[in-house]
C-alpha cells in the first residue's frame, strides 16, 4: 500500500510540473515578454523562505522579487530572537519547528549561517503570573519543547547582574536563542537562487493585473509586466498598500519598533541568555562578539503612538521618549547599567494585525493570490517552517501540519473570529 502511496504520488507530481509548463507556455503565447510559474513578491526572511521551499518541491519558474535590498523592511533591524515561548499551542508548535530547523540550518540549507546562537532564553513573571507560567511550561513539554520552571535565583546564577527581588518565578528554554534576521533573509536567499529562484532586488511590483475572470493574469514592474498565475504576497508592513487597488483591504498597520544598545561593564562582558521581562514588558538580548545587551519593547500599549500611515513613511525614525523609558528598563532590570553608556539606539518597522498574529492564507476571491504577511514582531522566529508549510500549501499538498495554517486565515476579520490565546498573561495578554 505504501508503494502503491508513493507511485501515485509521484505521479501527482509530475502531472503538476507538466501543468506548470503548459501554463508558462500559454502565458508566452498571449505575448506577455516574461513568464514566471509563481511570484513571490517581498524579499524578507518570509518571502526568501518560501521562494526557497517552492525551489525545493520544484515548483517551477519562481521569481523573488524584492522593492529595494533583501531585508529591506521588518527583516533589517529586528532583535532576532528566537523562542517557543507562546500561549497559544499552535503557535508553540510552529516555533518548535522552526526552532529544530534554525539548529539544523547548515546542513538543511546548504551550508549557509544564519547567524543563530542558541544561548538559552529565561521566562521572568511577577506575581500574578506564576500559575499562567506554570500553565503555558505545562502546555509546552507534552510537544516536546524543553523548557523547565526554574527558579529566580537559577537565572541570576547565569546572570549575576540581574536584578530579581519583583520576579516570582522563571522559565529557561536551553536551547532557544536569537539569530540574524538579515543573515538569515540572505541565507535562505542564496540557497534559492542556487536552486533556481530568480532573486531580483530593486524590482518593485507596481501593480497586479487581472483577467476578465478576475484572476491574476500578471505583476507590473518598472522593466514589465511578468505573466504569472499565482502571487504570494509577502510584503510585511506594505500589505495594505500592495492590495489596496485590488479592493482587498488588509488589516496590517505599520508600526515602528525601537531598540536600545547598552554597553556591560568588563567584568560582566562574558554573553549572556535572552530574558524576556513579563514584569517590565521587553525582552533583551546579549551580542556575542561585544559586550553589548540589547533592549526592545513588547509592551503594546505603546503601539498607537508609533503607527504610520504608510510603511513608506519609515525612515528610520525614533519617537520622542521610547528610548529613554527602554533604557530605564534595562537598568531597572540590570542594575550594573545605570552608568554605562548607551552605544546605540535604533528603529525597524513590524506589521501588526489587531489580534497581533499573521495573515497566511490563498485569497479566493482573488484567484491566484496567497499571502503571508502581518506576523507582528514574530516572523523571523517562525520563517524557517512558515516557507516549508506555505509551499506545499500553494501547490496543494495538504497535510496535518500544513492545516495548522488555518488559524491564520484571512476570513477570521470578517468572521469576528480573531485569535485567542488559551492561556493569558495579567499584563503580557497571550504574548502576542
Known sequence: MTSLYRAIRLVGMEFVKFALRVRRWVMECQGMSETADIVVVGGGCIGAAIALHLAEQQAGKVLLLEQKQLANGASGKGIGIIRTHYTHPVLAKLAYASLQLFHNFEERFGGYDSGFNPCGYFILVGDSDVDTLKDVVSMHQPLGIDVQMVSPAEAQAQMPFLRIDDVAAAAYEPNSGYGSPPKTTIALANRAAELGVEVRTETPVTGIKLDLEG?????????????????????????????????????????????????????????????????NLCYVRSDADQPYTRIGNSDPKYHPQFLLPDADQFHGQQFPDICETLQ??????????????????????WGI??????????????????????????????????????????????????????????????????????????RAGGLR
Request: with cysteine.
Open 215 to 279: 484572476r491574476i493574469e500578471a505583476v507590473s514592474t518598472p522593466t514589465g509586466d511578468i505573466a504569472t498565475r499565482t502571487v504570494v504576497d509577502c510584503v510585511g508592513p506594505w500589505a495594505r498598500k500592495f492590495t489596496e487597488a485590488l479592493g482587498l483591504p488588509f488589516p496590517v498597520s505599520p508600526v515602528v519598533e525601537h531598540v536600545v544598545v547598552m554597553e556591560r561593564p568588563t567584568e560582566y562582558a562574558a554573553p549572556h541568555p535572552v530574558v524576556s521581562d513579563l514584569v
Open 328 to 349: 530605564q528598563k534595562l537598568i531597572r532590570r540590570c542594575p550594573i547599567l545605570e552608568t554605562a553608556p548607551v552605544v546605540e539606539t535604533y528603529s525597524g518597522i
Open 353 to 426: 494585525t489587531p489580534d497581533y498574529q499573521p495573515i497566511i492564507d490563498r485569497l479566493d476571491h482573488i484567484p491566484g493570490l496567497y499571502c503571508a504577511v502581518g506576523f507582528s514582531g514574530h516572523g523571523y522566529k517562525l520563517s524557517p517552517i512558515i516557507g516549508d508549510l506555505m509551499s506545499r500549501f500553494i501547490l496543494g499538498k495538504i497535510d496535518d501540519q500544513v492545516k495548522l495554517l488555518d488559524l491564520f486565515r484571512f476570513s477570521r476579520f470578517q468572521e469576528n473570529s480573531l485569535i485567542q490565546p488559551p492561556i493569558r498573561y495579567a
